[in-house]
């Protein structure tokens, strides 16, 4: 059961444009949210994130929106730039038995073309 | 700080074989986690340790175990490898679990695993 989703594996836009990254969740008790980033080789590094208690985060080119009624959120980036190619993870957090449970969705690669 | 460092990056095993892997975590951190990534599937959870103690494990047959070490090193395994083993397993430290849902990861660069 794929508790975070996200339905677009790849996604092509023009440098200069604004990029949307969509993720869905299905469990309401998920209190964070984060976006991590991942270069070919590399491990992911952390984006952004942003708390249940809010609807949008921003930091830079990156602001990070949140429709809890709908348990979706995006990551917009504007500008696009060619070295924000990469895979992009949503990822969400809940406080469970003692300990935060972090689950990983499955990914979405993001192309900035020149 | 050194980062994240995961040992061997590459490895080519065959089927039955099994298998180490091994993590060193940001100095300081003392929690450690393991995923496997797979096209289409994203960053699945195997587990995580704290204090030498797993914590939490998820959805991945006994084949795979890990254990962690009093200065925080980790190590998983897996036995009697298999062809859909073949797979990037990633390692991620953090400072402490706690209850903040922001307690960032800090991701090693993974060991591309290859069963043939």
């Known amino acids: 059961d794929q508790q975070v989703k996200q339905n677009s594996p790849s996604l092509s836009v023009q440098e200069g444009r604004i990029s949307i990254l969509n993720c869905d969740y299905t469990n309401s008790m998920f209190d964070y949210f984060l976006w991590y980033k991942k270069y070919p080789a590399e491990g992911p590094t952390f984006l952004i994130s942003i708390s249940s208690i809010k609807d949008k985060n921003e930091d830079g080119r990156f602001t990070v929106f949140l429709n809890k009624s709908a348990k979706h959120l995006s990551l917009h980036i504007v500008p696009s730039q060619p070295g924000d190619s990469a895979v992009y993870f949503c990822?969400?957090?809940?406080?469970?038995?003692?300990?935060?449970?972090?689950?990983f969705g499955t990914g979405t690669k993001l192309q900035v073309i020149p | 700080k050194a980062g994240v460092t995961q040992t061997p990056r590459y490895l080519i095993k065959t089927r039955g074989q099994q298998v180490t892997l091994s993590c060193s975590p940001i100095s300081g951190h003392r929690s450690v986690s393991w995923y496997q990534q797979t096209p289409g599937q994203g960053l699945q959870f195997l587990f995580e340790y704290f204090s030498e103690t797993q914590r939490n494990k998820g959805n991945f047959p006994g084949r795979f175990s890990g254990r962690q070490f009093s200065n925080s090193r980790s190590e998983m395994n897996v036995s009697t490898l298999e062809l859909g083993d073949s797979a990037l397993y990633l390692c991620?430290?953090?400072?402490?679990?706690?209850?903040?849902?922001?307690?960032?990861?800090?991701f090693g660069p993974g060991t591309r695993l290859t069963v043939l």
């Open positions: 991620a430290s953090s400072l402490v679990p706690g209850t903040s849902g922001s307690n960032e990861q800090f």
């Open positions: 990822a969400a957090s809940v406080y469970s038995g003692g300990y935060q449970k972090v689950t």
